[in-house]
């Protein structure tokens, strides 16, 4: 560290449109950190209103109509507005041009214009919900998409823009991974969350056109009627479903495999223990982002699918669990013997996994064709999505945001209240979302505001423990926020976690303008914790 | 890949370390993006597809209602600015100015060119009414018999729209080529934005040698 280490992307230059215009991917991404978060919260919100209008029977608190508002406002928000751009976004953003050493992504001013795009798609989406709403579901099927009279048009066109703002951030992240790295920072010295990045970009940049012309065709489609989605004009409402699921099941993996790359970054640093299986955690994620591609036809089981292709897409959905399993259990073994400390992001990461092991195999149900035909559209596969998208992905942002926070701001949380709150996470969660399988395995079906006496008991834990839920995340989030306030400053040297990878050895907390003060020189791998002792540094 | 660079020339981005990786990350990009296109028209060949084996002998029937001749100058047209492109970098490459310049011109004639004939061809269909979807009304006595015409004809000016607009776009891009290369900017030993522009340009040209047999010349 040298006498410049006041100097830092936070403070360095100053004035409000050095943010505005910045080019500084770090910068960036704490523009789409504190954007996302927001659009998490408003999310969230409209989860809760649905939660409390669900605690009873009947209608107490809202209307049908606005009930179906609240859902698919919901679903589009949570969906495109955070998790797809968030994760990449804000941690991709913030940490892969660090990790691989490199002063700045391989196109910075394309960079700010995704985030500008973004925030104009997202403009839109503000505008749908200030006219009035839309009442289709985020999945827009048709043909009550082309006939419904809310607005499906700019909330699509808020997605097809948002869509580009994905597949720029794909191509620059895709870029950088190649040809940014350091010298000797070879393929398999990669720290896993590159990695991922790398494979939720190949998916970003393939998917996201067929979303992209998905969209126009819909549009033209309520514009024109040019019938290739009406019957009655010789066309097909289910080609629809296929166009949309081609997109959105890979999109899946879009949210999910930037948390399995956090993940593992937060296991072996706080297990202080090589990562168990490298190779095989950095192929599980090619082959999920490329199995994805070819099993969207789990979705439409019963849209009138042949048996034939409901056997194959089942068949295929099934391979899936393959890749997947095998991060859990190189995780599981990581940990094994290591010395593993309960910190926040530790937390966190032992949440996902119980969470995200519930999600992923009450997935392999409905991925079988018979039990998907019983449980299709009900509770069952909102709970299961659920624990893989708040239990998985969610949550392994919390703890990504915990982990990196000290390096991100160079300010320190209250670890307590931190793993309070992850503890009420973890709870609240559970106590949501659980009873909903019990729900769905009954019956329940989706997206209704009301529903039958013998459903009462299941819906009013569900709706207790949301706020429960609610309010831990509120907590958490605030708790890190309060660190700014109350500046509890971390020394610019330090390694909280005793971390090996770029981010944590070669640059102060929170980082240099430029990254590094000079270019960094590899000395060992993400996580040869076996060869080389790296102290865990907090204060001076 | 030195760190050292003797001659840092003014293109050259800070956050690279030489000319080269800055030349390699670009070309690279611009391929993952030609994928990225690739991909938006393969949602509409997709369409193309389903309702073709719907319809087969609609497709074919409806197809003679198209002008191959138009169609056939049109590939001619493109193919042509394919090949003026080409030479455009060659030229730069051979630090040749004044040609480099006049093959982009060439080019930009061409897809002015393309799109006159397009627009000749659109023209013709809206006042006889071969238009997509509910504003179908061609009643002539070739289109009689012919079951759900107006999704051919959907699918036609959605896949040649999209493919017009990107014509459109190359047009823009050519222009600013032009600027840059007549003002100096582009030499032989910094003319990648050319480059990459040509690669875009010899997608949409690509695109159009698929559209072309597709829809004018089934059956």
Known sequence: ?540 | MGHHNPDSPSHLKHYFHDVNQQYETSKFAMWAFILTEVLTFAGLFVAYIVYRSWYPDMFVDAHKLLDVNKGLMNTIVLITSSLTMALAIWAIQKNNKKLSVVMLVATFIFALVFLGIKYLEYTHKFEVGQLPGEFYSYMGPDAAHLNNPHIFFSIYFIMTGLHGLHVAIGMGLIAWLIYSTQKGNLTSEYYTPMEMIGIFWHLVDLIWIYLFPLFYLIG
């Open chain 1, 1 to 540: 560290m040298s006498e410049n280490t006041k100097q830092n992307y936070l403070n360095h230059p100053k004035g409000i449109m050095s943010w505005l215009l910045t080019l500084d991917h770090k910068r960036i991404g704490l523009m789409y950190l504190f954007s996302g978060i927001l659009f998490f919260f408003l999310g969230g919100l409209l989860a809760l209103v649905m939660r409390f209008e669900l605690a009873a029977p009947g209608n107490d608190i809202i209307s049908n109509e606005v009930y179906n508002n609240a859902y698919t406002l919901h679903g589009a928000i949570m969906i495109f507005l955070f998790i797809i751009p968030a994760i990449p976004g804000a941690l991709g953003n913030i940490l892969l041009p660090l990790m691989v050493g490199a002063k700045d992504v391989a196109f910075p001013r394309l960079n700010l214009a995704s985030f500008y795009i973004y925030s104009f798609g997202a403009l839109f989406a503000m505008y749908t919900i200030i006219n009035g709403g839309v009442d289709t579901g985020w999945t827009f099927y048709t043909p009550y998409s082309t006939q419904s009279t809310s607005n499906v048009v700019p909330m699509t066109l808020g997605i097809f823009i948002i869509g580009f703002s994905s597949i720029l951030t794909g191509l620059n992240f895709i870029a950088t991974v190649h040809k940014m790295r350091i010298p000797g920072l070879t393929w398999y010295k990669l720290p896993l969350f590159v990695w991922a990045l790398y494979g939720t970009s190949l998916v970003q940049i393939t998917a996201t056109p067929v979303l992209a012309i998905t969209m126009v065709l819909l549009m033209l489609e309520r514009f024109l009627g040019i019938g290739i989605f009406d019957p009655a004009l010789g066309g097909d409402p289910v080609l629809y479903q296929h166009f949309f699921w081609f997109y959105s099941h890979p999109a899946v993996y879009i949210m999910i495999l930037p948390a399995f790359g956090i993940i593992s970054e937060i296991i072996p640093v706080h297990s202080r223990k090589k990562i168990w299986g490298y190779k095989f955690i950095a192929y599980s994620t090619l082959s999920i982002a490329f199995i994805g591609f070819l099993v969207w036809g789990h979705h439409m089981f019963t849209s009138g699918q042949s048996v034939f292709s409901q056997i194959v897409f089942s068949f295929i959905t099934y391979f899936v669990g393959i890749p997947t399993g095998v991060k859990i259990f190189s995780w599981i073994l990581t940990m094994y013997k290591g010395q593993v400390s309960f910190t926040p992001p530790m937390f966190y990461a032992l949440a996902f996994l119980f969470l995200f092991t519930i999600g992923g195999l009450t997935g392999i149900f409905l991925g079988a064709v018979a039990l998907d035909i019983h449980l299709h559209d009900t509770y069952f596969v909102v709970a299961h999505f659920h624990y893989v998208m708040q239990g998985g992905t969610i949550v392994a942002f919390l703890g990504g945001l915990h982990h990196w926070w000290p390096k991100s701001f160079g300010v320190m949380y209250n670890q307590t209240i931190a793993n309070i709150a992850a503890l009420g996470v973890f709870i609240g969660f559970n106590g949501t979302f659980f009873p909903q399988f019990l729900l769905g395995l009954r019956g329940m079906p989706r997206r209704y505001a009301t529903y039958d006496e013998q459903f009462v008991e299941l819906h009013s834990y569900s709706t207790f423990w949301s706020g429960i839920l609610g309010i831990s995340i509120f907590i958490a989030v605030m708790n890190l926020f309060w660190s700014f306030i109350k500046k509890n400053k971390v020394d610019p040297g330090s390694n909280p976690w005793g971390g090996m990878t770029l981010e944590w050895t070669h640059t102060s907390s929170p980082p240099h303008p430029h990254n590094f003060e000079e270019e960094p020189v590899l000395q060992h791998g993400p996580y040869d914790y076996d060869k080389v002792i790296v102290e865990k540094t907090y204060k001076k």
